[in-house]
């Protein structure tokens, strides 16, 4: 880890693994049709700003060189550093919708930076990985299934514990507080509160929903039956919320969004049984989403949080008259990898990518080493030469130092080649036309587990 | 192009192309056992601002959120993005000396950004590749070989015109210069000026030789004459290089540096001919690099500058007392993707990761459509379902303007499947369990010249 605070960085073992977690979720959602984008790293402070609650931890840019009254001049011109992959994709595709084919998948994996105060022990600097399919005009609802189902076959994917992805829909929420009574305006209000439920318990959600929205004890116990619904099959899960009605009429939206929150679970059981589970109380602080909402925990690590969220998105995209509706999720993959290597959880067979050190026997027969590397690269078999000749011996030891599994002894005078596996002690001979190490050895390999 | 200047963000088959040479270049680095590592994108702005002239166009950040006074307070946390991977690698190799082995080397492909005027026409953010090797106290001379050599390799791996790598060592130039009386303290505006031979021709550097560092007729004449020295063949360079002394007695430095540069010469003709030349004009702006200097130009694109450049420097990288001298190489990723994607030097087969799209009979038998695509991506291929049930004309037309090249229909009631080549026309029977694609077909590939 870094010297500075939320900067983290990693030495070349955790390097490895952090890219081997990248190319596994890239390789799956390139298997889906994702297109892989990358946005810069800047926008405009006005875009930034005019989404969600994020937005007040906000790196902003300024030239060393400025002159004076140059920011002033024109305060559009103000950048700051993206917090999130999610704006700037909107942005994207609003700028570019006439040359893009929609639906448009995309994946997403880069940093993104959070102006939080030093010290406060925080991510300033940390990778998203983001999926979302957006649409032109409408975005049918089977997205809704399938964005949730393919980062969960992501995730299963890498070697970590077992991650659940838990699923609500707005429409849901908002229908049932207007069927209980609860006006639209302190919608988002009630669902700040009812976020609080596993960290302050129900009466003092009870207390703070009465406090702040005026919610009558009746209501209170509704929204608190509806926060503690959870469950993975669809009907079971209409019935108890409608049941937490308590008696009420269940408002049109409610209707709509239980069609939508019961058809996604039903695609989910049937496609990957046990990836998605209904849970009523997520919300998302975000006021964009519109309809499904996701929050994931991994599998006794529920302390950590979410570790990927996302939802539905009808209104965030917008080019003139078009409107781009949208689904997606993110995972926050520094935040999971400093979980899963600070704590052991994942480790790799070698910290260095070289397969095979080759010895050399003295500084006039370098070319000779340089020309077996060589030979062994060409075959895509990773390799390097002793930095310098010195006692065989020595030169083990330094392959042994870095966890090189193989070293090579060109022959001399015209006798073959021999390779050593420096782990068992067995040296063969060896041609670096026709050599291969196991499979197990040719690269890094990212394993569960103390390596 | 996005729409911020400077800024560039490319399309999806630009991402497609970059990414490939991203993957190309991470690839032939790993086969040579350099460790991948990411540094943070920011830097205290000391550190940034301590080697090197471009630390002027520095990129500061503030927290939108700053309480008054927090930055004034303590100007040491001054933080502002890295514009080279050269400074954070020093950074990096100084903080973590203690846990790293040596000889260490480090690729790096990352993000930089330069606080440029706006609208000046220049990349404010862009991707650069960088491998380097430093040494604990020393660092053995064949490394100043191994580096261009190896970065030549990388770039033979590309569809991109031929490049050449131009060598020269500072210890030629500046052992050359005391050899015909030019002060120490006079090099690196000698440097400067002869730098621009090619822009302003002889007699103007020769004029401006004399201006600024009050050199003799035959000074600037021995100059110029060391200036055109080029040739691939180490002894006709030492040659050629003593010859422009005119008599002059060759100093200490310059035959060390005659030794370093044609022993470099002599490995690279041996190892890779035609890779490298040797140049000595050749200077790099840097006040850094202290030996073998590296610049590198494109067959048919030497107006676009060098493509890639480094040096050895032995005196970069400290901490407290032990030194780690290093040598490196960095090409400029973004802006030599932005001339062969400009010029349509290099394109892709298609633009999407998807190779076959999975046809849909109407919205009621999807779930088979979805299982068939699932099938084909257990086994590598990718795939996807058309987004709605359509007539199956219309579905293929949705294929064809992505350029999915391949469509698949799953057979009706007890039927065969078929998958149909939308280029050929040709459809043939298929089970999901064993069809595959051609191996040109399986992903987009990039290609020399246009598509």
Not at 45 to 59: F, I, N
Not at 242 to 267: I, K, M, V, W, Y
Request: glycine fraction near 10%.
């Amino acid at each position: 880890m870094s010297s500075l605070s939320g900067f983290p960085e990693w030495l070349p073992a955790g390097r490895i693994i952090e890219q081997a977690f990248i190319d596994a979720l890239r390789t799956t959602f390139e298997l889906h049709g994702f297109a892989g984008i990358e946005t810069r790293a800047v926008e405009p402070l006005s875009q930034l700003t005019s989404k969600g609650e994020t937005s007040k931890e906000v790196y902003l840019l300024s030239r060393l060189q400025a002159e004076p009254g140059e920011l002033e001049a024109d305060p559009a011109k103000q950048l700051g550093l993206h917090f999130d992959l999610t704006v700037p994709f909107a942005r994207y595709v609003a700028d570019n919708a006439g040359l893009l084919t929609f639906p448009f998948k995309r994946y997403q994996i880069q940093k993104v930076w959070r102006g939080e105060r030093p010290q406060e022990g925080r991510f300033r600097e940390f990778i998203q990985a983001d999926i979302d399919i957006v649409g032109d005009g409408a975005l049918p609802l089977h997205n809704d299934a399938e964005i949730p189902l393919i980062m969960h076959e992501a995730l299963a994917g890498l070697p970590i514990p077992p991650v659940t992805i838990h699923v609500s829909n707005r429409k849901v929420a908002q229908g049932f507080y207007q069927s209980i009574g609860i006006q639209d305006a302190d919608l988002i209000e009630v669902l700040r509160v009812v976020d609080k439920l596993d960290k302050i318990g129900p009466r003092a959600v009870a207390a703070e929903l009465t406090e702040t929205v005026g919610a009558t004890a009746e209501q209170a116990e509704r929204a608190l039956a509806l926060a503690t619904i959870t469950g993975a099959e669809p009907e079971q899960v209409r019935g108890a919320v409608l049941e937490a009605l308590q008696g009420a009429q269940p408002s049109e939206l409610l209707d709509q969004g239980l069609d939508e929150l019961t058809t996604l679970l039903a695609t989910a059981a049937r496609r990957r049984p046990g990836a998605l589970i209904a849970d009523l109380k997520i919300a998302r602080g975000l006021d964009y989403y519109t309809g499904s909402v996701y929050e994931s925990f991994m599998a006794g690590h529920e302390d950590l949080g979410s570790v990927c969220s996302g939802g539905r998105y009808d209104s965030l995209v917008t080019n003139g008259k078009r409107s781009f509706p949208g689904v997606g999720i993110s995972i926050g993959v520094s935040r999971l990898l400093a979980r899963v290597i600070g704590q052991g959880l994942v480790s790799v067979t070698r910290p260095v990518a070289t397969c095979v050190l080759v010895a050399v026997s003295d500084e006039e027969h370098r070319a000779v080493s340089e020309a077996v590397s060589q030979a062994l690269r060409a075959r895509g078999i990773s390799a390097d030469v002793v930095p310098s000749a010195a006692k065989f011996g020595k030169q083990i030891r330094f392959a042994d130092k870095r966890s090189i599994p193989f070293v090579w002894f060109p022959g001399a005078d015209g006798e073959a080649d021999s390779v050593k596996d420096i782990r068992s002690g067995e040296q063969v001979e060896a041609d670096a036309a026709s050599w291969a190490p196991p499979q197990e050895d040719l690269v890094p390999r990212v394993i569960a587990g103390q390596g």
